[in-house]
């Protein structure tokens, strides 16, 4: 009875693993709600807004640029419910999938949004720049995207030092070791 009551455990260990190996292959193959880039005609779309937003010399322009990249990241990170769900103790080992850009859809808006509070401040709009620096630090809290908040807390603390003052007297913000470049308006 011990070599029976044995195999019938195995047999349920298998099923077990067997239903738990499925689940998760379905989960790794699901797709995102908007599969961002798959194509060149999106992956382009994306580009050439991210060129617009870091050659305009229009600030409205520029805001309206990291309005459209700041949704695609949006709809880049958000992924679909799962069709079955999981157990908490298989959902813990299931990854979510990553979207499939040759570029960060992420870092594309916090460098058009750091550079559209730069161009602000260039120009004396506090109160854009403001606005800009900290949406980057709240929307891009995860250590990738550390170089933008710094960037933005810098941009943030010089709008406060220029702001206290009453002069507008602006020290451009350090882009030393990156290939960032200041706003056209700083150069």
């Not at 077990?16 to 193959?29: D, E, K, N, T, Y």
């Not at 120009?123 to 720049?129: F, H, P, T, V």
């Not at 602006?170 to 070791?177: K, M, Q, Y």
Request: charged content about 15%.
């Amino acid at each position: 009875m011990t070599g029976k009551r044995m195999s019938i455990q195995m047999k349920l260990s298998v099923i077990s693993i067997a239903i738990a190996v499925a689940l998760a292959g379905c989960q790794a193959g699901h797709q995102s709600v908007k599969s961002v880039g798959l194509d060149n005609t999106g992956f382009m779309r994306l580009w050439n807004t991210y060129e617009g937003c870091q050659t305009s010399l229009d600030l409205g322009e520029m805001r309206s640029y990291e309005r459209i990249l700041s949704q695609e990241m949006l709809s880049a990170t958000r992924i679909a419910e799962p069709l079955i769900p999981l157990p908490t103790s298989i959902q813990r080992l299931v990854t979510e999938p990553k979207p499939r850009l040759s570029v960060d859809p992420k870092a594309m808006a916090a460098a058009c949004t750091l550079y559209t509070g730069q161009a602000a401040v260039a120009i004396g709009r506090n109160d854009i720049a403001v606005e800009m620096f900290l949406s980057v630090i709240s929307r891009h809290p995860q250590a990738d995207y550390a170089y933008y908040v710094a960037q933005a807390k810098e941009g943030l603390a010089q709008v406060t030092v220029a702001g206290r003052s009453g002069a507008p007297q602006l020290v451009p913000v350090s882009l030393s070791g990156s290939s960032a470049r200041p706003p056209t308006a700083l150069r």
